[in-house]
C-alpha cells in the first residue's frame, strides 16, 4: 500500500475542507502534505483524521504541515438575546467557528453574556 492510499482519508478531508495551496507529496518514504486552512477548527480536524489511521503519530510517515489563515476580520459585542447561532447567522458563519475563535472567554457555547466582544472569523 502507498503512502498516498494509507493517508487517504486525510488528502480526501484536505480537499473537502479547501485547504489553499494544498501539495501532496512523497518523497523518500514520507507522505508530505502542505496547505492552509480557512481555521483552527479545520487545521484539529486534519489532526484528528490522521490520529485516527496512525494513533500517537508513531509511523513517522507523514509531514502535516498546514498553517492557518489569518481569521478574525472583525469584533462583534454581544447583546441581550444574543446567541452564538444568531450571530453566526448574520456574519455567514458557523457558531462553531465563533465559539472556538473564542475559547479564551467562552466556557460554555449555550451562556455568552452582554458585553463581551468575540472575534468573528472569516468565512
Known amino acids: 500500500m502507498s503512502l498516498q492510499d494509507k493517508y487517504r482519508e486525510v488528502t480526501n478531508l484536505a480537499e473537502e475542507l479547501q485547504i489553499a495551496d ?18 483552527a477548527l479545520d487545521k484539529d480536524k486534519l489532526w484528528n483524521a490522521y490520529n485516527k489511521i496512525d494513533p500517537d503519530f508513531r509511523s513517522a510517515d507523514m509531514v502535516l504541515n498546514i498553517d492557518v489563515a489569518e481569521g478574525v476580520s472583525r469584533e462583534y459585542t454581544v447583546e441581550v438575546g444574543d446567541s452564538l447561532s444568531k450571530i453566526g447567522k448574520a456574519y455567514g458563519v ?20 452582554p458585553g463581551w466582544k468575540l472575534k468573528i472569523p472569516t468565512v
Open 94 to 113: 458557523s457558531w462553531q467557528d465563533i465559539y472556538e475563535a473564542n475559547k479564551d472567554i467562552i466556557t460554555n457555547p449555550d451562556l455568552i453574556q
Open 22 to 39: 494544498l501539495q501532496v507529496r512523497e518523497h523518500g518514504n514520507v507522505l508530505y502534505i502542505d496547505g492552509t486552512a480557512k481555521s
